[in-house]
Antibody, heavy 121, light 107 residues
Framework: QVQLVESGGGLVKPGGSLRLSCVVSGFTFSDYYMSWIRQAPGKGLEWFSYISNSTTYINYARSVEGRFTISRDNARNSLYLQMNSLRAEDTAVYYC??????????????WGEGALVTVSS | DIQMTQSPSSLSASVGDRVTITCRASQNITSYLNWYQHKPGKAPNLLIYAASNLRSGVPSRFSGSGSGTDFTLTVSSLQPEDFATYSCQQSYSTPYTFGQGTKLEIE
């Protein structure tokens, strides 16, 4: 069955860096666009980045552009998120999600259980 | 950015009730509207895609409707496992925004 498992979350000081990983199984990773989505405490879900299956297309929300970098390794079935210059407002549960870009409605059809990132001094 | 507004923000209901959640987009998103269910500590789960298509394996008591700017998610007869948070999301244009969520609680 399809599985996405995030890792790498933790406590980091403001201005610090962290790298999240998402290992997937149960589908052909190289066929799919992938996204990162987060949920801050008490807030709704926030999409903030996607990467195409061949890494040709990458997009970020303004809230993270210039600080976060999405990447993938299709040989390792892995998605990554490098987060730099972290701020308190980046505190959230971070989800990786498969994006059915070519599907009707283009939904995020499979998600991981999330990794908690806490930015605090 | 396209703003997605859900109502209500929270809802109390009983097992067997019929409930409807509304989602309004700030501009026309045609049918690029998806609904998710999420529970604390669990992966969010896609329920409805393209406004009205039930994802395979999702119980038929869930249904979606609408197009353009106004959408609804209906649960025809609530079951105990349906008490969760529901969010709408548009994939029409970046950033791909979500509604603020509707928390469905047991009355």
């Amino acid at each position: 069955q399809v599985q996405l498992v995030e890792s790498g979350g933790g406590l980091v000081k403001p201005g610090g860096s962290l790298r999240l990983s998402c290992v997937v199984s149960g589908f052909t990773f190289s066929d799919y666009y992938m996204s990162w989505i987060r949920q801050a405490p008490g807030k709704g879900l926030e999409w903030f980045s996607y990467i195409s299956n061949s890494t040709t297309y990458i997009n970020y929300a303004r809230s993270v552009e210039g600080r976060f970098t999405i990447s993938r390794d299709n040989a390792r079935n892995s998605l990554y998120l490098q987060m730099n210059s972290l701020r308190a407002e980046d505190t959230a549960v971070y989800y990786c999600a498969r994006w059915h870009y070519y599907g009707s409605g283009a939904p995020f059809d499979y998600w991981g259980e999330g990794a908690l990132v806490t930015v605090s001094s | 950015d396209i703003q997605m507004t859900q109502s209500p923000s929270s809802l109390s209901a009983s097992v067997g009730d019929r409930v409807t959640i509304t989602c309004r987009a700030s501009q026309n998103i045609t049918s690029y509207l998806n609904w998710y269910q999420h529970k604390p500590g669990k992966a969010p789960n896609l329920l409805i895609y393209a406004a009205s298509n039930l994802r395979s394996g999702v119980p038929s008591r869930f249904s979606g409707s609408g197009s353009g700017t106004d959408f609804t998610l209906t649960v025809s007869s609530l079951q105990p496992e349906d008490f969760a948070t529901y969010s709408c999301q548009q994939s029409y244009s970046t950033p791909y925004t979500f509604g603020q969520g509707t928390k469905l609680e047991i009355e």
